[in-house]
């Protein structure tokens, strides 16, 4: 068994949302996080991200891994469990993987966490409240902690609170550059400024992305989705 059907094994049995392509592509970021810098995940739940992320800092130069989260769950869980307190379950979780060591769980939330954050950010993955104002928000305090040539992702990219941040700041906005989509994923890399050249695919992969998420719900014809789904895999981490 390689590393990555060992890590799916592990977290196919952690409670949660994220599938085994999304992992992978969260383990090979955290895994290229540049030296010197740390990683912020926003919203852990029960640990099911940050054992992607600890495991690929582990190969890579063990950046640490702020893990964000007041563990009493988004609106939506609270609608459906009741009373939720996800902490203990954490804990457990990362301890069984083996990453404790790369963790510091901060239960607190991302506007609180962000009151006097001074750390560089090299990899930043937002996965908290999904609802547009909280999405936009926890974009505005911990987007300007990443450093040029990090890389920020979001999770439920194709729902609304976040497809309208990333729309918005990442497709459309002139910081990012090579925006690109795994699944629910849509993630992009800091640069000071973008070029014309950058400008244009971002755009252009904004189209794929629009062409290939209809590409599922509406009968287009054969040759727009055919062609829609391999220039959308161009796109897309691999
Ligand atoms: C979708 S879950 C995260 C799933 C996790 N990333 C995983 O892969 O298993 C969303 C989490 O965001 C947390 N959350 C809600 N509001 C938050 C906030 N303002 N700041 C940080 N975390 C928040 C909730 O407690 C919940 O655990």
């Not at 994220?18 to 739940?45: D, H, M, Q």
């Not at 990442?170 to 690109?180: A, I, Q």
């Not at 244009?200 to 727009?224: E, M």
């Amino acid at each position: 068994m390689n590393k990555l059907q060992e890590l799916q094994k592990i977290t196919d049995s952690v409670d949660g949302w994220l599938t085994p392509r999304e992992g992978e592509f969260l383990y090979n970021a955290a895994k290229k996080c540049p030296k010197g810098t740390v990683i912020v995940e926003i919203g852990s739940w029960k640990g099911k991200s940050t054992i992607w992320l600890g495991s690929g800092s582990k190969e890579g130069n063990r950046a640490v891994i702020y893990a964000i989260d007041p563990h009493t769950g988004s609106s939506e869980h609270r609608k459906s469990f009741g009373k939720v307190w996800t902490f203990g379950k954490f804990k457990k979780n990362i301890k069984k993987a083996g990453i404790a060591d790369v963790v510091v769980p901060v239960v607190k939330t991302s506007e609180a966490a962000a009151k006097d954050w001074k750390k560089k950010v090299g990899f930043l993955w937002i996965d908290g409240a999904h609802e547009y104002e909280m999405v936009l928000l926890d974009y505005k305090l911990w987007e300007p902690h990443l450093v040029n040539g990090g890389v920020i992702a979001f999770h439920d990219s194709q729902t609304k609170g976040p497809r309208r941040v990333v729309k918005k700041h990442l497709y459309c906005g002139s910081k990012f550059k090579n925006v690109g989509f795994i699944e629910g994923v849509t993630y992009a890399t800091k640069v000071g400024r973008i070029t014309a050249a950058d400008k244009a695919r971002n755009l252009y992969a904004f189209l794929l992305t629009t062409v290939y998420s209809l590409a599922g719900r509406v009968p287009l014809p054969k040759f727009v989705k055919v062609i829609g789904n391999k220039m959308a895999k161009i796109f897309q981490a691999n």
